[in-house]
Each structure stands twice: as structure tokens, then as C-alpha cells.
């Protein structure tokens, strides 16, 4: 098992600090609670450790409630794109969706790009690339009912069905905040991604379905 992302995030405290400055859209009290954590992160990066500490993690999930806002409004904007450029699902896919239980399958659209998006915000890119949700490698996203396959994976049936999976998640779950809440959540939660509750129903799911 790689080393939780965390530990990797920790060894580059000075980066951490200025990334975590350049949220300027968090101002006031959070501000504060951002320069206290610079202190932490600070502290526990001063001994070598296998496992971040109870202290690293909870900031963690602190900074995903501050940073949710930011991350819901991202993935609504890239959802808009894919149902705007991206096409609806075919009679098989339909198919596989109905069987996942996607509720509105055909509320679905899909767009094939050369590269997966990132965050723009310096933050949340580099969130996701040391959590590993997102890097050059990443070959699907789900944001509620627009999906992102990349283009040397198109006709992959069982990425397809895995980020469906997804799709019956964020139904299930009640739209963009809850559901990645709760992934992200998972996802900075020792073991970490992709060990979490959420992405291994989806794995289950697509092994189920497509054998």
C-alpha cells in the first residue's frame, strides 16, 4: 500500500503554507484557523512519522468543510460543460444504468476529453493530485449526471459503468456537496483512496455488471 497521501503532503510544509494562503476567497475567523494549522502542519512535520498524526487528520477534514463551497462550485460548473458538449448514453449503457438504479439515466451526457480537467483553484489542484483523485493518469470522472472519460479510453465499458456508479451515488446521497462530503471525506481518511466505502461500491458495481 503507497504511503497516505498526507505524509506526502506534509514533507512540503512551506508549499502547504503558501498554497493554503492563496485561498483568498477564506477570509476572517477561517483565515485565523488556516494560520493555526500552518503551526500544526509545522509541528508535526519537525520528526519523521509513517502515519500522519490524529492532529493532521482532523485538519484535513476541517479543510474540506471550508473547502467544500469551492469544490461543489467547480464540479456544478464542469457538469454544465459535459451536458452541454458531451452526448447522451446508448441503449446498452441506458441499460446498465437502469441496472446500477440510476433513477433519471437519461439525464445522463458523457464527454471524451485528451485529459481528465483539474481544479483551478491552486489549492484544490493540488489537493487532488496528492490525494490521488486526480493526475494525468485519471481515466473517468463522475460529477452527478455529466462524466469525463478520457479519450484513450473511450468504448471502456467498465469505466463507464464504475463512474455510473457514481452518478446512482450523488442521486442517492442528494447532490453535490453531500456526496463529496462524504468522498472526500473517505478519501483523506487512512487508508485513504481508493480503499474508501464509496469507491469500492463503485468497483464492486462494475465488476458486477460487466463481470
Known amino acids: 500500500m503507497p504511503p497516505f497521501p498526507a505524509e506526502i503532503l506534509l514533507r512540503q510544509p512551506c508549499k502547504m503554507k503558501r498554497r493554503l494562503c492563496e485561498t483568498t476567497s477564506v477570509t ?6 488556516i494560520q ?6 509545522e509541528a508535526d512535520t519537525a520528526a519523521p512519522f509513517r502515519q500522519p498524526t490524529h492532529t493532521v487528520i482532523m485538519i484535513f477534514r476541517t479543510a474540506v468543510r471550508i473547502l ?10 464542469q457538469e454544465a460543460i459535459i451536458l ?3 452526448v447522451t448514453l446508448n441503449d446498452s449503457q441506458i441499460a446498465d444504468a437502469r441496472s446500477i438504479g440510476i433513477a433519471h439515466p437519461e439525464r445522463v451526457r458523457v464527454l471524451v476529453v485528451p485529459r481528465i480537467p483539474l481544479p483551478l483553484h491552486p489549492l484544490l489542484q493540488s489537493a487532488a493530485e496528492k490525494f490521488g483523485l486526480l493526475s494525468p493518469h485519471t481515466s473517468g470522472m463522475s460529477l452527478r449526471y455529466g462524466i469525463f472519460i478520457r479519450t484513450d479510453c473511450r468504448g471502456d465499458r467498465r469505466l463507464v459503468v464504475h463512474e455510473l456508479a457514481h452518478t446512482a451515488q450523488y442521486e442517492r446521497l442528494g447532490g453535490f456537496r453531500p456526496f463529496l462530503m462524504a468522498y472526500l471525506h ?19 458495481i462494475a465488476q458486477q455488471t460487466c463481470g
Open 28 to 33: 476572517g475567523e477561517k483565515r485565523d484557523q
Open 186 to 204: 473517505e478519501c483523506i481518511t487512512p487508508p485513504g483512496y481508493p480503499f474508501g466505502p464509496l469507491e469500492q461500491e463503485a468497483v464492486r
Open 84 to 86: 452541454r458538449d458531451g
Open 36 to 41: 493555526e494549522w500552518k503551526l500544526r502542519i
Open 68 to 77: 467544500l463551497p469551492f469544490v461543489s462550485s467547480w464540479a456544478a460548473k
